[in-house]
């Protein structure tokens, strides 16, 4: 992707920025390297890109465990996909001075965190990492016409599966308990995600 060209400043409501904004979506399965895409992407454009994750839009652990879904945390119903909605659509019409502050989730936490990131009217590119952003049911279905581009990550799922449960491990999940959660909840949001695949602009493996 080219470098976006920096929202003017002046202006009334939407901002000038409005024009010159991108909306970059970066999806794939669990443990396919969406962070990783992204992570990289801010380091090569700089203060002209902010991450802006859709998990920060996880519902609230105690959430979950009240409605009976905490033990497949991470499905579609897990979260917050009008807020998520809401948001990419304030994200899309940047008024000039305001800044945008978006949850992220912290996993050492294992709940999200509001206004946990900053984006101001002119920066010209907000890479969307998400599991679902190509999904049309659960109320996702608005996303993918707020996004300019959407990637779709893979990567072979040996090597997918190994990340999975690495990450679990490493934050507080047993081995066998990582190893169950990534081939249980998380396979099968993957093979929901998979099928949105053919929905992407561009496939990337990052290897």
């Not at 002119?122 to 049911?137: A, C, F, K």
């Not at 072979?156 to 047993?174: P, Q, S, T």
């Amino acid at each position: 992707m080219d470098r976006p060209p920096r929202g003017s400043a002046g202006g009334a409501e939407p901002s000038d920025g409005a024009a010159h904004r991108r909306l970059l979506g970066i999806t794939g399965a669990p443990g396919a390297g969406k962070s990783t895409v992204s992570a990289r992407l801010a380091e090569a454009f700089g203060a002209d890109c902010v991450v802006v994750p859709m998990d920060g839009f996880h519902l609230a652990q105690t959430t979950l465990e009240r409605l009976g879904r905490a033990d497949r945390k991470g499905a579609p119903d897990t979260f917050d996909a009008a807020g998520f909605v809401a948001l990419l659509r304030r994200l899309r019409r940047p008024v000039d001075g305001e800044t945008v502050w978006a949850p992220e989730y912290r996993r050492e936490a294992h709940n999200a965190i509001a206004g946990a990131l900053a984006v101001p009217a002119d920066v010209p590119l907000v890479v969307v990492e998400g599991n679902y952003l190509l999904v049309r049911e659960h109320g996702f279905g608005p996303v993918a016409e707020l996004l300019d581009e959407t990637w779709y990550v893979t990567v072979d799922d040996e090597v997918r599966l190994e990340r999975l449960i690495a990450r679990h491990v490493r934050f507080g999940k047993a081995p066998d308990a990582a190893r169950t959660w990534s081939l249980g909840p998380d396979e099968a949001n993957a093979r929901l995600i998979v099928a949105t695949a053919d929905r992407a602009d561009l496939v990337v493996d990052p290897g």
